[in-house]
């Protein structure tokens, strides 16, 4: 894989700077924008819907949603996924829930209330009009999802129960178990096969987009690799749509699946979609800590947790004794002590940051000693164990089965670890990337969390984008392109296809002496260490000196056995691994040109004398979008400028 | 920490149309931490910087959730731990010097893809054929008029947790999909926005159940068994139920239809 960006001692900032952006924003209130873009939206005569065809990449909440959405409308929908059903999204995984402004606990929420939950859990680095849509919609969602039969948890008169998640002082959150990922995807998954069966949908499982294909300045179709027979393809339709997550895996160990990659965005962004914020990425404080060497992904413990344990650390340094033996009056409830007002349901940033320098100080449990105990003894015996059970009892036995330790008598061990990325391909207002006709949703996109997404606000946003907000901005789209109809044989499918057997080609000639995944977890590691919880000028230049070497070696170095030509599974890595390499540099670019520290992104340099995030709001309230431009060429940063008209600008507080 | 070694006698078969053989690999240096698919990602790595082809099994989430993964350990689907997928089944649940024999589900419905790696395509048209409520979006009333009680909502819960990894069909001796079909069927059914189409998706489910070659249930409970989400039998006895009380039932279609 030839070098995209050029080494950093050219640059300290790897940037050259362009204009701003324009996102489109409607105008009016914010309480109106919605209403007046939809009513400003052209549409597409239902008799002529079924004349469009349209690409969807992906079958998560966002994907499924939209992919049967749009097949009820009408269009003729490609569907694909490189898992082998639909219904293995990553999505199955979430675990904690569903946030929604229905007020349904009469403790005071309302829409207002969770645009500005969003928006300052974000720290001011979101786009309001985009987070109050999502507000608005969030009560459909809940909606549309008890219609399809999602079994959502109840209360005994048959009402739907709520829960708490960090950085919202209501209960808002809806929930099914711990699988409310699985069982939201599984309304969506059952209402894309009903489309399937009706002839409506074409779903291509095992099957992974590997290009983008442009054609006058327009997306009109992408180039895919069948996983099982190696065969290269080209699609043409009228527009394409992204819904292929994030890009947490960069890191190797995460809580993402193991197949969750970045390679469908990436190559997007190499044919022109700028690619938003790459160093806002997501550190989830409850996750189950490293246990070896071999160990190949990271397990979350759902953030719901934190309604019930507390979580504490010995108040003195290296002390060796077991939980049970170390009294109240020496363990340091330092989430409570430090922030009174949320105390252990403080944003995910906050308490992974804390967590960190509790371990840094010496104060961390477990081998290794980066951990920190989550107890809920003060539940079990407020609440009773079944109660605690029923909230948790899958989450519980999924910690005994990994640890082998029982958690309902000895407290969870956790450590943060990374687990979402708010970065992502940069979109306008209508989810319209910066290419004419490919439109990008759910996690993939850039736009609603900020610096820092608040829990359960990722199914909302996968859900909102797919199932409210594409199906229509697309007939926007639609019925204003009035471009010729364009078949696979274009040459610009040729070229594209042709690039791609190439790349294939090369790779299946490696015959080096390290396995891809071998790279992929030194590359993690670089990244985790220097562009992970807390960032530096020094560290992030580090990164940019390393990861350059390590790319090199790849090329020359990486042994991937076997053909092209059938099911291989170290050569879909490799080409995941080579774009992981390149958004591993852009990720170190952007966080070095951040010189303020907001959310998840915190650059050790700018922190108050409590140790909190620093924002920089005169320079720096923008979101950073990078446009490719070629191989070895540096990248240029776009700004689009972020206003705040109805949360004012402040420094979070949690207090 | 224990280490251990084992020795792994795995299904190689390179693709559907090509016959397929058991090949004997040594696991050494297993760590009793380690889970089940990590073992064999090392076994792999060997593998491959030893001029071998790594072994293919699905997985994804390695979190007990998306059903991707699963193949038969000695005979059992996921292995021998109850209620345990088998990425997430530990390696401390074996002894040292262990012999395994690991080999695909093995179901007429379910062909090998690679190795251990199997299409379960038949359980999507399954699901498409009737597994659903037709709810158009954007159709929906408040989520609060639809009231469901509690242990209905529990019910419908437990059956919802299928993961539709296969294990039951391959541990079935008949290749039956009953256990599948049982727990959409059951998830569905006992929830008030499932009735309309209650009758309809029995029918149309078990039609395609047998239209993809699965297997007749005979209750031997083998699949009651190895599901890595406990879903029980009972639901196939509702499902049944279910069936003939829609056989019987079965409405004559509507002679006028349109939109008018
Ligand atoms: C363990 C865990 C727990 C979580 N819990 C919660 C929670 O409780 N609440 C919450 O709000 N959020 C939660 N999240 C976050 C949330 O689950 C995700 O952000 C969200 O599900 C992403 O959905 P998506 O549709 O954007 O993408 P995904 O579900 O990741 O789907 C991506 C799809 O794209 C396909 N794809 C990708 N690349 C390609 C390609 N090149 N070619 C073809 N297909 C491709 C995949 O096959 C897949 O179908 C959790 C995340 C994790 C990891
Ligand atoms: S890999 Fe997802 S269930 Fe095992």
New interface residues.
């Given amino acids: 894989m030839p070098l995209d960006f050029p080494t950093p001692s050219s640059s300290s900032t790897g940037s050259s700077t362009s204009g701003t952006l324009d996102a489109r924003i409607p105008d009016g209130p914010i309480e109106k924008k919605w209403d007046t873009r939809r009513f400003e939206m052209k549409v597409v005569n239902p008799a002529n819907k079924r004349k469009y065809s349209v690409i969807v990449v992906g079958s998560g909440l966002a994907g499924a ?1 939209a992919a ?2 749009m097949a ?1 409308l009408g269009y003729d929908v490609h569907c694909f996924c490189f ?6 999204a ?1 999505s ?2 979430a675990q904690g829930g569903i946030n929604a402004a ?1 007020n ?1 606990q009469n403790d005071g929420d309302s829409v207002w209330r969770l645009f500005y939950d969003t928006v300052k859990g974000g720290d001011y680095r979101a786009r309001e009009a985009n987070v109050y849509r999502l507000a608005q919609i969030s009560v ?1 969602i ?8 999602v ?10 129960s709520n829960r708490s998640f960090g950085g919202a002082q209501v209960s808002r959150t809806f929930y ?2 711990g ?1 409310t990922g ?2 939201l995807l ?1 309304g969506a ?3 894309l ?2 489309q ?2 009706a002839g409506k949908v074409k ?1 291509y ?1 095992r099957t992974e987009m590997l290009d983008l294909v442009v054609v006058d300045g327009r997306a009109r179709g992408i180039i895919t690799r069948n996983l ?1 027979t190696g065969k290269t393809e080209a699609h043409a339709a009228d527009a394409v749509v992204l819904g292929t997550g994030g890009y947490g895996n960069v890191f190797h160990l995460s809580t993402n ?3 969750s990659n970045a390679t469908a965005s990436w190559r997007a962004h190499k044919r022109g979609a700028y690619f938003a914020n790459p160093c806002f990425t997501q550190i989830h404080p409850t996750c189950i800590p490293v ?2 060497d ?4 990271l ?2 413990m759902s953030e719901s947790l934190r309604n019930d344990g507390r979580i504490w650390v010995p108040s003195k340094k290296g002390d060796p004794r077991s939980p049970s033996q170390i009294p109240e009056s020496e363990r340091d409830y330092y989430l409570e002590r430090r922030y009174p007002a949320f105390g252990n349901l403080v944003p995910r940033d906050v308490a992974s940051r804390a967590a960190k320098l509790v371990c840094d100080e010496g104060r961390g449990v477990g081998p290794g000693g980066r951990g920190v105990y989550l107890d809920f003894a003060d539940s079990i015996g407020r609440l009773g164990e079944n109660v605690i059970r029923e909230r948790y009892g899958n989450l519980f ?2 910690y005994a ?2 640890t ?1 330790e029982n958690p309902y008598k000895v407290p969870m061990r956790i450590y943060p670890a990374i687990h979402y990325t708010m970065g992502g391909l940069w979109v306008d207002y209508d989810l319209m990337s910066t290419i004419p006709g490919m439109f990008v949703m759910g996690e993939a996109n850039f736009s609603d969390h900020g610096a820092n997404r608040l829990g359960a606000s990722a199914l909302m946003q996968g859900l909102a984008d797919g ?2 907000i594409l ?1 229509y901005t697309i007939g926007n789209y639609l019925a204003q392109s009035k471009g010729p109809k364009i078949e696979a044989s274009h040459s610009a499918f040729q070229d594209a296809l042709k690039g791609v057997k190439l790349a294939t080609a090369k790779f299946v000639s490696s015959r080096g ?3 891809v ?2 790279f992929h977890r030194e590359l993690g590691k670089i990244v985790w260490e220097k562009c992970g919880m807390a960032r530096s000028r020094t560290g992030l230049e580090e990164a940019l000196a390393r990861i350059p070497e390590l790319r090199e070696e790849f090329n020359s170095n990486v ?1 991937i ?2 053909s092209g030509e ?2 291989n ?2 050569l879909e890595k490799a080409g995941r691994v080579a774009d992981f390499f390149e958004l591993a540099e852009l990720m170190c670019f952007d966080a070095l040109q951040r010189n303020e520290s907001c959310g998840g992104h915190f650059r050790e340099e700018f922190q108050t004398p409590e140790g909190e995030a620093l924002r920089d709001d005169e320079a720096f309230c923008y979101a950073a979008a990078w446009e490719y431009k070629g191989q070895n060429e540096r990248q240029t940063l776009h700004r689009e400028a972020l206003s705040f008209d109805n949360v004012h600008l402040t420094q979070r507080s949690y207090k | 920490m224990r280490t251990f070694s084992l020795t792994l006698n795995v299904w190689r078969q390179k693709s559907a149309s090509e016959p397929g053989k058991f090949v004997t690999y040594k696991a050494p240096n297993v760590s009793e931490h380690m889970s089940f698919l990590e073992m064999l990602d090392v076994v792999n790595d060997d593998l491959i910087l030893t001029g071998g082809e790594p072994i293919v099994f699905d997985h994804d989430c390695r979190e007990g959730i998306c059903g991707s993964c699963g193949f038969m350990i000695n005979g059992i689907a996921h292995g021998p731990n109850r209620a345990t997928t088998v990425c997430q089944l530990h390696m401390r649940s074996f002894k040292d010097g262990e012999e395994l024999w690991l080999e695909p589900w093995r179901s007429a419905a379910f062909p090998v893809v690679k190795d251990l790696a199997v299409d379960r395509s038949a359980f999507d048209r399954v699901i498409a054929a009737g597994g659903f409520v037709t709810a158009p979006t954007g159709s929906a009333v408040d989520g609060n008029a639809i009231l469901v009680p509690k242990p209905d909502a529990d019910l419908a819960m437990d059956a919802a947790a299928c993961i539709g990894c296969g294990a039951c069909v391959a541990s079935c001796p008949n290749g039956s999909a009953a256990l599948f079909s049982a727990a959409k069927i059951g998830h569905l059914g006992f929830l008030p926005q499932g009735q309309p189409e209650r009758d309809n998706r029995v029918l149309a489910m078990v039609e395609q159940v047998t239209l993809e070659g699965f297997g007749h249930c005979t209750s031997t409970g083998e699949c009651e068994a190895v599901c890595p989400k406990g879903i029980q039998i009972s639901y196939i006895a509702r499902m049944n139920r279910d069936y003939l009380k829609a056989s019987i039932a079965k409405r004559p279609e509507a002679s006028v239809g349109g939109s008018g």
Avoid: W
């Fill in positions: 949603s049967a959405s009820e898992q082998d059903s639909p219904r293995r990553h199955i995984a229905k349904y459909n809940i909606d549309q999802c008890v219609a399809q039969g079994p959502f948890a109840r209360e005994y008169g048959g009402t739907l099914a178990r699988q699985q069982q599984l998954y059952q209402a096969e009903r399937i069966g779903m499982p099982v699946a193991k197949g246990a070896g071999y160990q190949s992904k397990t979350l036995d999924m089965r990994i082998g199932y409210f199906p002496k390290r396995t995944d071998s042994m056995p076997g059938e099911m599974r170290e």
